[in-house]
């Protein structure tokens, strides 16, 4: 294959053509063959469950009527058996090898300031670079099947000024257990006081025996590769900017508008509330697509009574807002990349959902910003913010490039996106008071998105813009 006609840096040449990119580092991984033979990341990994923490939720922004009720405490015991969650538990001693559960230290160390020109300071005639880039229909896999070993100058990343910044500080990542919550008031009670504190502080949680099996994130991240790792005159087929097609491939779907140009590539498709019927999806992945969706719906009902208790609102006020109406599932694909101090897997921004389920591989590149500092995660955040009024965070993320690749990640974002709504939101008015009045003017999900879009990532916050 063939790399589009771009510069690999305005002061390196061409790009270069060379046999190999990194090899991923698969030393104490269990590596599974994939369905062409090659090493795939199933992470089958007995002990230590690699996709248990592989979910992130991020509280984002809400909306529905009517919804089925689960995890209340005192509901009939029929109701309750069909809401217990946990379908499996994670012995005591692999959380224990994980990380302390509820303490789980990460010291900051990685200098992960960028080393590039950045874009504005360049001189050249980005847009035609960017065009021929797009024109590929390849996004960045094709570059890389290209075997390109210098990075393309329309990737560069401006330097985050003010956040380069590393330490060694611990921090606490708050991990959530919804074993039991269903039954046993005080492990709810307590739950919910974590998801509080967790929202206010950090902006994000990460949930265990959540209910969804290991082995349907396994396939849901088996899924996306084979749709990424596929031929890419197949792949083609769906490359589209066009927003109203049911299914989107591209890459950077702020490519023209974005401050930067990010190293990957994604899918995006609307699962609710009009489930898309097979044939419209991607043969490579369309069953698991319809099978995840439903999980996390569930997933996120839950969520959203939980969100809604944290809130000291009625446990169904999320959910009638209809947070659950909509579910928009974007899958990504991070190509290794030869040179991952010039650019970004993705640039800094926040979600523009009510709350984000994402589900990540085991490659890593998930950065919070918390105190002014970046800070790995394992798994990672979102957004609750215009309905709260501030109360929960919607924290800043990004992802950084790396030569291990390809990472791949799902993130769900329950929105109806640019679906025609009327439906106004703001702050919660049970949440707003003479003494703490709205810090957001009202606006629905559709003007919201077509605001986030319009941005893209790396810009500043499209939340800030509504502010009062
Ligand atoms: O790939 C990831 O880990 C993060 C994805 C993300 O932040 C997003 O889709 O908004
Ligand atoms: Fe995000």
Known sequence: MTAPNLNASADEGNVDMVDKLPERDESDQNMTPGMDGSHTNAWKTDNLRQTWNQKMITPGFYTREGEEEYFDPGENSEDEADDSIPSYTIPA???????????????????????????????????????????????????????ITKVPRIFFSPPDHGFEKTSEIEFSIPILDLDSIGKDLNRRKDVVDRIRDASGTWGFFQVMNHGIDVEVMDEMLEGVRRFYEQDSEVKKEWYTRDGSKTVVYNSNFDLYNGASTNWRDTVYCSMAPKVPSPDELPEACRDIMIEYSKHVMKLGRVLFKLLSEALDLDPSHLNEMGCCDGLGILYHYYPACPEPEKTLGASKHSDYDFLTVLLQDNIGGLQILYQNQWIDIPPVPGALVLISNDKFKSSQHRVLANSKGPRVSVACFFTTGLMPTSKIYGPIKELISEENPPKYRETTVREYSLHYNAKGLGNSSALLDFKI
């Open 93 to 147: 001693e692999n959380l224990q090898r994980m990380a302390n559960p509820y303490r789980c230290a990460l010291v900051i160390k990685k200098d992960t300031s960028i080393k590039a020109t950045p874009p504005n300071q360049q001189n050249f005639d980005r847009t035609i670079e960017l065009k021929a880039f797009d024109e590929s229909k390849t996004g960045v896999k094709g570059l890389v099947d290209a075997k």
